[in-house]
T-cell receptor
């Protein structure tokens, strides 16, 4: 069965420093997509970054980059130059086998940025 | 105007009440979703609608009844819920379920069942 694992329930990072949020996944599919979402206290899930399983380069979006290691089945999110507004829950997700576009999510990591 | 709007943002109901959650998307998307987010659990997919047709029901109890009158609106009708149904219910939309899968979420409806 497909599964997303986020082993860090909570993380602290100093403002302006970089932080890595871990995500490992399990799937027998050859084709899949990996996502990271941010959920601030308001509740809305905000899309951050996407990595396709056949993409040869790691995805980057501004201060966000995805460290994709296919052989290890890991898709860690790196946030550079952390800002106070980055404090939120972060969820790793992947497309499901049964129907692309429907995502399965990890339990999330709560990131707190300290001034 | 946000892309996906959910109302109400907060709802408290008794187990015998009937209420509805509403979701509206202004993005021109063709697929809409209901997810449930319980404390300390991953988001759980409940229903998927593609072009107004239900394409996924993830073994959701019948006390949750979805309705999708058009591609822009999605409802979740609630009837005789249980306290364990208390959660954040998130609506999402996407251009097409067979695309990259990027979902655009609303801010959620926080439901408390007494």
């Amino acid at each position: 069965a497909q599964k997303i694992t986020q082993t860090q329930p909570g993380m602290f990072v100093q403002e302006k420093e970089a932080v890595t949020l871990d995500c490992t996944y399990d799937t027998s599919d050859q084709s899949y997509g990996l996502f990271w979402y941010k959920q601030p206290s308001s509740g809305e899930m905000i899309f951050l970054i996407y990595q396709g399983s056949y993409d040869e380069q790691n995805a980057t979006e501004g201060r966000y980059s995805l460290n994709f290691q296919k052989a290890r089945k890991s898709a860690n999110l790196v946030i550079s130059a952390s800002q106070l507004g980055d404090s939120a829950m972060y969820f790793c997700a992947m497309t499901q086998r049964r129907s692309q576009g429907n995502l399965i999510f990890g339990k999330g990591t709560k990131l707190s940025v300290k001034p | 105007e946000t892309g996906v709007t959910q109302t109400p943002r907060h709802l408290v109901m008794g187990m015998t009440n009937k209420k509805s959650l509403k979701c509206e998307q202004h993005l021109g998307h063709n697929a809409m979703y209901w997810y449930k987010q319980s404390a300390k659990k991953p988001l759980e997919l409940m229903f998927v609608y593609n072009f107004k047709e239900q394409t996924e029901n993830n073994s959701v109890p019948s006390r949750f009844s979805p309705e999708c009158p058009n591609s822009s609106h999605l409802f979740l009708h609630l009837h005789t819920l249980q306290p364990e149904d208390s959660a954040l219910y998130l609506c999402a939309s996407s251009q097409d379920p067979r695309g990259t899968g990027e979902l655009f979420f609303g801010e959620g409806s926080r439901l408390t069942v007494l």
